[in-house]
């Protein structure tokens, strides 16, 4: 593996503080033990129009809209966070498989740890390419055959079969499945009477999609035999373990860092104290256990 990281422990998930270097290093300072980078594509992307946040029922809609520098400028985030010698994934996100080829060799480059493959933003074009077995297989076995670093894919619970998708994912050669990226989602303001977001529907994120994430997670855990990497609604140690024992091997966390850049460190915490009340030595130990793996 690239950098030989561990599928284990504590990431800042993508897109979240995920564009500059200095952001992504104070997570780390903060006890993340990688950092995912925001999606970044072949060349530079304004995103959708404002407002792009806005937070409903404990939980945050974003339609962002992919908004970044493009890759060949994002080198310069890149080269810092490796002079901080932070484990980064590097996230992409392409139109086809041939953009994402190219897109992964030139990341490679920059010697990220790995490569997350976007497949699944909820408020973009992309978004149908985790709902389809052909187009999932397509794009990961692209992005394998271009670089020799460990291939991520990110998918959605937002398609109707989502363990066909990590199925058809580990068959073209991914290395984990991260799962899962934001639940599709709107808010209407009920005295303009009309929806908040400027792109309309947007993508829920933290504590109300966690039980969402706990049950991808479970389900894809029966099936797969490559490692998975959680993230949906984290915002404790207590659900750090119950995906643990759901089937993920390393957990990434999002909104929640937005409240709390401290939460890896308490997270981590939180988990070794279980972990020795209940006699484990490490999360490894109780990986998939609710589910027999
Ligand atoms: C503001 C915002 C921007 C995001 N941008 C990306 C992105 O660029 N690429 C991606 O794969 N996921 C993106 N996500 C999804 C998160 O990485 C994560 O999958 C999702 O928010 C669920 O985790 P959470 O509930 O811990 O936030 C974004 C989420 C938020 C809230």
Same mark, same amino acid.
Not at 78 to 84: G, T, V, Y
Not at 105 to 113: A, H, L, T, V
Not at 114 to 142: G, M
Not at 251 to 276: E, H, R
């Given at each position: 593996?690239?950098?030989?990281? /561990?599928? %284990?422990?504590?990431? !800042? ?6 564009? &500059?270097? #200095?952001?992504?290093?104070?997570? =780390? $300072? ?80 920059? /010697?990220? %740890?790995?490569?997350? !493959? ?6 973009? &074009?992309? #978004?149908?390419?985790?709902?389809? =077995? $052909? ?159």
């Amino acid at each position: 593996m690239g950098d030989q990281l /561990k599928i %284990s422990g504590y990431w !800042l998930a993508s897109g979240i503080l995920g564009v &500059t270097a #200095s952001t992504m290093i104070r997570a =780390t $300072k903060s006890g993340a033990d990688a950092v995912v980078t925001k999606s970044i594509g072949l060349v530079s992307r304004k995103g959708h129009p404002g407002p792009v946040l806005t937070s409903s029922h404990g939980g945050l809609l974003n339609a962002v809209g992919l908004t970044n520098p493009g890759i060949d400028e994002f080198a310069n985030e890149m080269h810092l966070l490796k002079e901080a010698k932070i484990p980064v994934i590097l996230s992409i996100f392409g139109d086809t498989p041939e953009e994402i080829a190219i897109i992964a060799e030139k990341g490679e480059k920059m /010697k990220p %740890s790995a490569i997350e !493959l976007n497949l699944s933003c909820p408020h973009a &074009t992309i #978004s149908q390419i985790s709902h389809s =077995t $052909k187009l999932t297989s397509n794009f990961v076995q692209a992005a394998k055959e271009a670089v020799h670093l460990p291939v991520f894919a990110k998918i959605t619970p937002n398609a109707s079969d989502y363990v066909a998708i990590g199925k058809a994912a580990e068959e073209a050669g991914a290395d984990a499945i991260v799962a899962i990226n934001t639940v599709r989602g709107m808010k209407i303001d009920i005295h303009q009477m009309r929806p908040v977001l400027g792109n309309r529907v947007g993508g829920l994120s933290g504590p109300p999609i966690f039980p969402i994430a706990v049950r991808c997670v479970y389900d894809l855990s029966q099936t797969l035999s490559i490692p998975i990497i959680g993230v949906g609604g984290v915002s404790s140690w207590q659900d750090a373990i119950e995906m643990h024992l759901a089937g993920a091997s390393a957990i990434q966390i999002g909104t929640a860092v937005m409240d709390d850049l401290t939460i890896f460190s308490k997270i981590k915490s939180g988990v070794s104290s279980y972990l020795g009340e209940k006699g484990y030595r490490d999360t490894s130990e109780i990986i998939g256990l609710a589910g027999g793996r």
